[in-house]
């Protein structure tokens, strides 16, 4: 019983911010998205330097949140894979996740700085916390996650494309 609540609980936490399904998970409150949203870096501000940037391309934005959607979609295969195959599939969404961290840095680095770029590395990075927390289910009610994805289904909103996180 406990393998079928982890599975359902690691499913659910990759499409915690979906809007085609309703969460079963607690959503970080408003005041808190608004906050966190507030303090991330804008599109048009360099984070490493607090100056204005170039316009963001919405072509590259698109481009990076389809390939960030294709991410998703193979990390949430293979966890529904590893879910009905019977075993134990910790491994496997420790995995999903990791490699949901390593392929969003890889798509990311060197890329223009925008919303989506900011966003999808903030979401990338967190991933990676989850996939090496000692409890996967906790790490991934965590505020900071919750928050961090639906960061990244907003920016790749705006650039056309639903991702699902």
Request: net charge negative; glycine share 4%.
């Given at each position: 019983?406990?393998?079928?609540?982890?599975?359902?609980?690691?499913?659910?936490?990759?499409?915690?911010?979906?809007?085609?399904?309703?969460?079963?998970?607690?959503?970080?409150?408003?005041?808190?998205?608004?906050?966190?949203?507030?303090?991330?870096?804008?599109?048009?501000?360099?984070?490493?330097?607090?100056?204005?940037?170039?316009?963001?391309?919405?072509?590259?934005?698109?481009?990076?949140?389809?390939?960030?959607?294709?991410?998703?979609?193979?990390?949430?295969?293979?966890?529904?894979?590893?879910?009905?195959?019977?075993?134990?599939?910790?491994?496997?969404?420790?995995?999903?996740?990791?490699?949901?961290?390593?392929?969003?840095?890889?798509?990311?680095?060197?890329?223009?700085?925008?919303?989506a770029v900011t966003a999808?590395?903030?979401?990338?990075?967190?991933?990676?916390?989850?996939?090496?927390?000692?409890?996967?289910?906790?790490?991934?009610?965590?505020?900071?996650?919750?928050?961090?994805?639906?960061?990244?289904?907003?920016?790749?909103?705006?650039?056309?494309?639903?991702?699902?996180?």
């Amino acid at each position: 019983m406990s393998t079928v609540v982890l599975t359902c609980v690691s499913v659910l936490a990759l499409a915690a911010c979906s809007e085609a399904e309703p969460s079963t998970t607690a959503a970080p409150s408003t005041s808190a998205t608004a906050s966190a949203t507030a303090a991330a870096p804008s599109a048009t501000t360099d984070p490493t330097t607090g100056g204005p940037t170039a316009a963001a391309d919405p072509s590259a934005d698109k481009k990076l949140c389809t390939a960030a959607k294709k991410i998703a979609d193979t990390t949430k295969a293979d966890v529904m894979k590893a879910a009905t195959s019977g075993g134990d599939p910790t491994p496997t969404i420790r995995k999903a996740y990791t490699e949901m961290a390593q392929e969003l840095a890889k798509a990311t680095t060197d890329a223009p700085t925008s919303e989506a770029v900011t966003a999808l590395a903030a979401f990338g990075a967190a991933s990676g916390r989850v996939a090496t927390a000692a409890n996967l289910d906790t790490a991934a009610d965590d505020p900071e996650f919750q928050k961090t994805s639906a960061m990244a289904n907003a920016a790749c909103k705006k650039a056309g494309v639903d991702t699902n996180f």
